[in-house]
């Protein structure tokens, strides 16, 4: 990357871990430069048309907002470009970012290495066709020793509530949720007054273009739609320490796991 990253102090660091802590997600201000930026925003302009696989389609997923089936009007819109890892150099340098490194180092306390099976994409929100995801933590459908983990969301645009930046509900990593608070797919169930009670204290979380969100893998968040008249561009990766192994056989360990210091490009 050409930017020069920051070394954050160890007072700065104390302050982010005691806010992560607390609310389960953090905002790093312009970690990403402008330069390194376009340059992804071209790969992945490059990668959207003609559409370079894996991909995951708005209309396979099924949410809100999203066009019912591959044939109907927006049917092939890429709501993530899967594998961004493994796309370019520059995909695995932004992922083994070193201020992310060091931030990712504090807070698990260890080794830090990224999955490879979890997010590891390019988000490609799109107007028009673009869905809304409802309230649930990432670590539901995850198998870890330790429910452990935490993503780096690196805004490459900015992110507002018009076009589909994540809601939080700060403070939900701390909290158990009983499973008839939870539907058949383990969202939220947005009708009941307990939920409804906690969805109230949700939070937008607004990014400039450079900045990276840190949450925590059982943090409820949740997105609108793109309502904005231009593609929303975002990678996220997700990070666990070394020593935390996903179970042998699920869904977690499809793929080895990156050290981020010694695999950093
Ligand atoms: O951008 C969105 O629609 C939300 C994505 C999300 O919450 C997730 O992938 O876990």
Known sequence: MASQPINLSDAQLDQLQAEF??????????????????GLVEQIRAAIEPLVGPAE???????????????????KTPRRLL?????????????????????LGRFLAGSVCLSQCHHNCIMTKHPGFSSATLWHQDVRYWSY???????????????????????????????????????????????LAENQALIQKAEVVELQAGDVLLFHCRLMHAAGRNESETVKLSTVFTYHRQDNRPTAGTRSD??????MVADRP
Not at 21 to 38: F, M
Not at 57 to 75: I, K, N, T
């Open 57 to 75: 389609f708005e209309a396979d997923v099924g949410y809100p907002g999203a066009p019912v089936d591959r044939l109907a009007p927006g049917g």
């Open 21 to 38: 802590a607390e609310q389960g997600y953090v905002v790093l201000r312009n970690v990403i430069g402008q330069a390194d930026r376009t």
């Open 83 to 103: 594998h961004a890892y493994a796309r370019s150099a520059e995909f695995k340098a932004l992922a083994t970012h070193p201020q992310v490194a060091q931030v």
């Open 254 to 259: 499809r793929f080895p796991s990156i050290d």
């Open 145 to 191: 020793e330790h429910p452990e983990l935490i993503s780096a969301w690196f805004a490459l645009g900015q992110e507002t509530q018009q076009n589909g930046a994540l809601w939080v509900i700060p403070g939900t990593h701390r909290l158990d949720f009983a499973t008839q608070r939870l539907d058949e797919h383990l969202f939220l169930r947005p009708e």
